[in-house]
């Protein structure tokens, strides 16, 4: 059983996604506002009826129905407005999230967890602190969305596929993220080179960008993407794939860094996040990587202490 703890519009795509995929064959909604999970569940079963899906998607109230869970995923925050940046929301989002783990440790200790809510770094070392889980099982859901961003922006210059690209985007999910084309390849070819300086430049810009071009677009922030991130991971986990992908995870050591949670490449599978991948960074990427730290650690700073102990 798969539980999507927030029924908002990240909540209820990323539901539909895992139902289209048919990710489980159960999947629950769990949101605090009465009728919201009930009524996007009851939609999503009749779209599971006209695609033939053999899945059963429940809307809730209750924590106590993401009992038996093996995954739970939580997209429960405050949305990010026009002109707000994620590290904004980080002491809103730190109260919201700290329940949330609390019904999770009650109801689904077995679970892997995987977080969205942002700002990522910093409320998923609320999470972490908070439930007491393992390492490999509490996950902050960014680096697939940000890197294949990344791919996207490139593929528009080069003219190939998304899919032909393997990018590397370290660090932060936020205005700090450090993406790395010069690390990044196609089929063995460093993507630097099919790029010209201003590509470059463009395609770094266009990445860090993308979530806050999103929403001044369209006043909200993005949901497809994420939904259909998540759902990579999810199918990566539940089939046991070791899939290498991009998420912000505790590093302890990996890449000189300790106690803090960054997006890396880490391998998934059964057990949530099973191995870090290091990279070797030349002394200017350390650099670069180091300063993407440190805005997560500043970014930590405005989270009240209470959430952090």
Known sequence: MISVIGAGKVGATTAAFLMMGEADSKIVLVDIVEGLPQGEALDMNHAAAILGRSVSVTGSNNYEDIRGSDIVIITAGLARKPGMTREELAAKNSEIISGVADQVRKNAPNAIVIITTNPLDAMVTVLYNRLKFPRNRVIGFSGVLDSRRMAYNASRYIGISPSSIIPLVLGQHGENMYPVPELSSVYGKNLKNFLSEEQYSSVVKDTIDAGAQITNL????????????????????????????????????????????????????????????????????????????????????????????
């Open 218 to 309: 369209r006043k909200f922030s993005s949901n497809w993407g994420p939904a259909a991130g998540l759902l990579v991971m999810v199918d990566a986990i539940k089939k046991d794939r070791k899939t290498v992908v991009e998420a912000s995870v505790y590093l302890d050591g990996e890449y000189s860094t300790r106690g803090i949670f960054a997006q890396v490449p880490v391998v998934l599978g059964k057990e949530g996040a099973e191995k870090i991948v290091e990279v070797d960074l030349t002394q200017e990427q350390k650099e670069k990587f180091n300063k993407s730290i440190e805005a997560i650690k500043s970014n930590l700073k405005q989270v009240p202490s209470q959430y952090l102990g």
